[in-house]
């Protein structure tokens, strides 16, 4: 069996589906805004997540956040869920002595995982 053999099990999505924005601020006082795509079989389901606006168009830092929200949708796509990528992802202590995403890809996890959790 080769790679090509292999079948896809994602879950592919009709053309058409609900979907929210939503914002989030990183520590550095960015306001970044997110959409949220759902199942429409299962509608508290988070399955894509774009980036839509927040840093400077054309920056490295908008590509590197683009390509982020694809790699989380192509997971989501898979079966997984966003707290289980949440988990997977850098932490850092805070200076009151708590934890917090470690990056920009951490807090976009975080918001799908508290998107699911006011839908569900």
């Known amino acids: 069996m080769t790679y090509k053999d292999i079948p896809d099990p994602r879950h592919r999505l009709p053309g058409r589906r609900l979907s929210e924005t939503h914002k989030i601020e990183t520590p550095e006082g960015h306001s970044v805004h997110l959409t949220i795509g ?43 869920r966003p707290e289980a990528i949440a988990k997977s992802l850098a932490r850092t202590e805070t200076p009151t002595g708590g934890m917090a995403s470690a990056s920009i890809i951490g807090l976009i996890a975080e918001r799908l995982c508290h998107a699911a959790a006011e839908d569900g």
Request: some cysteine; overall charge negative.
């Open 38 to 80: 759902y199942d429409p079989a299962e509608p508290d389901r988070p399955r894509e997540i774009f980036y839509s606006a927040g840093f400077k168009s054309g920056s490295q830092l908008e590509f590197q956040v683009q390509d982020a929200c694809v790699l989380i949708s192509l997971l989501l796509q898979h079966g997984h």
